[in-house]
């Protein structure tokens, strides 16, 4: 269904009836269909999936198990992980190899255990956060809603800060530090979960100069698309630890990634990265935690990138499945919605996810229209903390898993569904 010219905030409530009416006879013919599309989580799709099959091979008994200094992959032991894996996840963070650990598949499971530790024991001697009153987070918004449930989980309490063009509001953030009971700040400082930002050089430079009133404050850098370009040409991300150091506040910031979206989800590689303080710090409790992770694991995928070039050539495949998925969607938006003065959303060069702003209340019902048809979002206000939008407007799409002709249809009825709540808002003046 093609968009009209008129914005819908300039029709008469006779045209807006009159669209509703046709808005509704084809939600019915969609609805008739029976669909049952995916767009609720960043998942890779099965062709993507499909490029990392050959690594499955890189360790076999004929190809052997032992890493490049004779360690036997099968065994116990390495605690923070095999050199040549460490290596290989400091030139993907900029990072000496020395100032990584890599862990298990999941980049979010070795961000829980750093808030536990901080939350029950503490960070590099500073008293456990539990035992110093209701401590705070800072949560840029529209954010990653699985960030913000860690935290939550812990009962600390989840400040929003707003998201700008440039990343997080930096005024606000730098007035809400002075709290001391603010302990650290969320951050998808590239191609953020689920706008699509990164932050500018400046935004990086001031939050490495931060001058928190907690001296245990952390900054949660959560670099999950630093390798997750779209076109030829990505974005660039300032490196943030070299300006920690210009500022001594090099143990502020703790890094992760992972290879989640590089190989497999389920199957894939993470790791973390900060100061020696904090890498001695967390080794402690890794020691008591762990004997090791899955060093087979880790030869798999050393072997099969190489180096951080082999990684850049197979993203580049990646990128070659997921464009014209983001086409389909952006196409839709602004062919649909482009013209209604309903909608504004960012065109990402990476990532994972495209963000739609609505007009305030029309989320959640569009979601809820969505899902009667049988296409599945993301809940409406997930991106916020608590699941509450405050103005019930942001929408995330995850453009992976379908294919291109599901994305089709399920892009026209996300228009559709759209532009009824918001006429069915308007009518309701």
């Not at 963000?355 to 991106?383: I, Y």
Request: glycine fraction near 8%; charged fraction near 20%; include cysteine.
């Amino acid at each position: 269904m093609m968009a009209h010219a008129q914005k819908l905030t300039e029709m008469s409530a006779s045209a807006l009836r009159e669209r509703r009416e046709a808005l509704t006879k084809a939600y019915a013919a969609y609805k008739a269909q029976g669909l049952s599309l995916d767009m609720s989580r960043g998942k890779p799709g099965a062709a993507q999936l499909d490029l990392t099959l050959p690594m499955l091979d890189c360790v076999t008994a004929r190809e052997g198990y032992l890493s490049e200094g004779g360690i036997d992959g099968r065994n116990y032991g390495i605690v923070d992980g095999l050199p040549e894996a460490k290596a290989l996840f400091a030139a993907i963070l900029h990072m000496e190899p020395a100032q990584v650990i890599v862990g298990g598949n999941s980049s979010l499971n070795m961000m829980f255990d750093y808030i536990a530790q901080a939350y029950s024991r503490g960070v590099c001697g500073h008293r456990p956060w539990c035992e110093q009153g209701e401590v705070k987070f800072l949560c840029p918004v529209p954010g990653y809603d699985r960030h913000f449930a860690v935290t939550e989980h812990f009962g600390i309490r989840l400040i929003p800060v707003p998201m700008t063009a440039a990343g997080p509001d930096m005024d606000e953030v730098e007035a809400l530090v002075q709290d001391p009971l603010v302990k650290g700040m969320w951050c998808v400082p590239m191609y953020s979960n689920p706008e699509g930002i990164t932050y500018s050089d400046e935004t990086v430079r001031r939050l490495a100069a931060l001058r928190p009133a907690a001296p245990d404050f952390r900054v949660m850098w959560d670099n999950a698309y630093c390798l997750h370009h779209l076109g030829e040409e990505g974005d660039v991300l300032l490196d943030i630890y070299p300006e920690l150091v210009k500022h001594g506040n090099e143990d502020m910031v703790v890094m992760f990634t992972s290879t989640s979206k590089i190989s497999f989800p389920g199957a894939g590689v993470a790791a973390m990265a900060a100061s020696p303080a904090n890498v001695a710090d967390v080794k402690r409790r890794m020691t008591i935690q762990t004997i090791g992770h899955d060093k087979l694991n880790m030869l798999r995928h050393v072997r099969y990138f190489k180096d951080i070039e082999g990684i850049r050539a197979h993203m580049k495949q990646h990128a070659a499945v997921l464009r014209p998925r983001f086409e389909a969607v952006l196409t839709a938006l602004e062919r649909e919605l482009g013209d209604r003065g309903i909608a504004t959303w960012h065109t990402p060069r990476g990532g994972y996810f495209v963000s739609v702003d609505l007009m305030e209340g029309c989320a959640r019902r569009t979601v809820e229209l969505l899902g009667q048809a049988g296409v599945a979002m993301t809940p409406a206000g997930a991106t916020f903390p608590y699941g509450k939008d405050p103005r019930d407007s942001n929408i995330r799409i995850a453009p992976s898993y379908p294919s291109v002709e599901e994305l089709n249809v399920a892009m026209a009825m996300f228009c559709v569904c759209a532009e009824l709540a918001c006429i069915e808002r308007l009518l309701k003046g």
